[in-house]
């Protein structure tokens, strides 16, 4: 289904005056006829069928504000979308379709929009149901937050994950006649890339893991790369909603940690690997400084040590400079041996 625009001209004010103008002269037909009697039998049924028939151009009013759509069918068959704001006649027998209407997206920019039929009475008595006007399709910008998922990573670890995607309708007839409702179709295909993509990451970076697909294990994680990630959960969305006249601007990662059961054990995980990591640091850093000390010793020729001595010396720079605590020096006042 590939989407027509809407061509007729605004012509909804002048359309309306004309109705106005019509009931006026109806008004003044019927008092005429009535003044003249009898003589003035085709005023009065010309009167009579402007106030039964004068309100169906009234059907054919469409006002649109900018960034919004109607899609239009007469008979069931497609006529066209409007896209441009203004206030247009078109077929009054033409119906605003919009199977989307009463589906609430999470903070959607459609979430609040009401979806009560409008009904309008006139003077006549009639009642109109205004419901089209409820029937547009919104072509702002939308965000949709489908909230947080527990999936397992590519190891098997739970993670719990939430994204944030933004998108907009593009082409407003494959949004209404190539799925049933665009708003559900959006939703399940995001809770469906985003699993296709977690899967392949690991949360943290771990060995042997490709997440590129080019067969070399790489340092991707869902931690580390949440740009990355981001961008193909984007790309995977896009590539499945296309055919429902959808574009999707941004996806996001809103929330991410391991599920509640691993939580705490990968916590303490985590901790020990930071405690490791600080420990080679420092270890590192006392064996460079006291290799740095014995060479200054030496250069200066302050003292002689041979290797025992050294390696007393060493012994006691290493605990002071690795320890947890601060150094209590004790001071000799004899000799080694």
Same mark, same amino acid.
């Given at each position: ?54 309100? $169906? #151009? ?22 066209? @979308?409007?896209?441009? #704001? ?5 077929? #009054? ?5 919009? #199977?989307?209407?009463?589906? /609430? ?5 459609? @979430?609040?929009?009401?979806? %009560? ?10 009642? !109109? ?38 998108? /907009? ?10 799925? %049933? ?5 959006? @939703? ?11 899967? $392949? ?12 697909? %080019?067969?070399?294990?790489? *340092?991707?994680?869902?931690?580390? @790369? ?6 193909? $959960? ?5 590539? /499945? ?49 006291? *290799? ?7 250069? /200066? ?28 020096? !004790? ?7």
């Amino acid at each position: 289904m590939n989407e027509k625009i809407y061509t007729n001209k605004k012509n909804g004010m002048a359309v309306l005056i004309g109705v106005i103008l019509a009931y006026i002269c109806a008004f003044f037909f019927l008092i005429a006829g009535s003044a003249l009697g009898g003589a003035a039998g085709l005023l009065i049924l010309l009167a009579i069928l402007i106030f039964f028939f004068g309100w $169906i #151009p009234l059907l054919g009013l469409k006002v649109l504000k900018p960034q919004e759509a109607l899609v239009l069918t007469l008979f069931g068959n497609y006529k066209g @979308s409007i896209k441009e #704001p203004g206030f247009y006649f078109v077929n #009054p027998f033409c119906s605003a379709v919009n #199977p989307a209407a009463g589906t /609430k997206l999470a903070q959607s920019g459609e @979430s609040a929009a009401k979806t %009560d039929p409008i009904n309008v009475a006139l003077t006549t008595g009639t009642t !109109v149901n205004m419901s089209a006007y409820n029937k547009k399709i919104s072509l702002k910008a939308m965000t949709l937050n489908n909230g947080r998922q527990k999936i397992n990573d590519c190891l098997g670890n739970p993670v719990e994950i939430g994204i944030a995607v933004i998108w /907009k309708v593009t082409d407003t007839a494959k949004a209404v006649f190539n799925v %049933d409702n665009y708003k559900e179709y959006l @939703s399940l295909q995001c809770d469906s890339a985003l699993r296709n993509i977690v899967r $392949i990451y690991p949360y943290d970076v771990a060995t042997d893991v490709d997440t590129t697909g %080019d067969g070399r294990a790489d *340092e991707g994680s869902l931690r580390g @790369s949440a740009e990355l990630v981001a961008e193909r $959960i984007k790309d995977e969305i896009q590539s /499945k909603v296309t055919n429902a006249g959808l574009e999707i601007i941004e996806a996001r990662i809103t929330y991410l940690a391991y599920a509640p059961e691993i939580a705490s054990v990968m916590l303490q995980r985590q901790q020990a690997s930071a405690i490791i990591d600080a420990r080679k640091m420092i270890v590192d850093g006392a064996v460079g400084m006291v *290799e740095m000390a014995l060479e200054r010793l030496n250069e /200066k020729d302050i003292v002689n040590l041979d290797e025992e001595r050294k390696a007393a010396m060493v012994s006691n720079l290493l605990v002071v400079l690795c320890g947890n605590h601060d150094a209590q020096p !004790v001071v000799n006042s004899g000799s080694l041996y």
